[in-house]
Nanobody
């Protein structure tokens, strides 16, 4: 079975924090790039942060560095997205996606990912 399941979204005030979790089946997790994407209504899906579960190599979108961080717990087949100092512009549906191998190219290109979760909604509003 191949699956990815996101959790941890919710409503948070500006300046607040959330930690999202992405749990994967072995087939979708081990030695895969796990990347978080987000999509606001009427906008394209954009890459946020990704990590290769094999060695922990990671990348974060430049505008989000300093506020967002990505980590993993291989014992739990889980990748986390820590989001701090949240802004209304961070509102959207957050998805995790995975693809096999450690290729760095096109990390933010959604069509290169084989597996997707159902998403978790993040709303930043006062």
């Amino acid at each position: 079975e191949v699956y990815l399941v996101e959790s941890g979204g919710g409503l948070v005030q500006p300046g607040g924090s959330l930690r999202l979790s992405c749990v994967g089946s072995e087939a979708a997790y081990r030695m895969h790039w796990i990347t978080w994407f987000r999509q606001a209504p009427g906008s394209e899906r954009q890459g946020v942060a990704g990590m290769f579960t094999g060695n922990g190599n990671s990348a974060i979108a430049d505008p989000l560095k300093g506020r967002f961080a990505i980590s993993r717990d291989n014992a739990k087949n889980t990748v986390y997205l820590q989001m701090n100092s949240l802004k209304p512009d961070d509102t959207g549906m957050y998805y995790c996606a995975s693809r096999a191998g450690d290729e760095w190219r096109d990390l933010c290109k959604a069509t290169t990912y084989e597996n997707w979760g159902q998403g978790t909604q993040v709303t930043v509003s006062s």
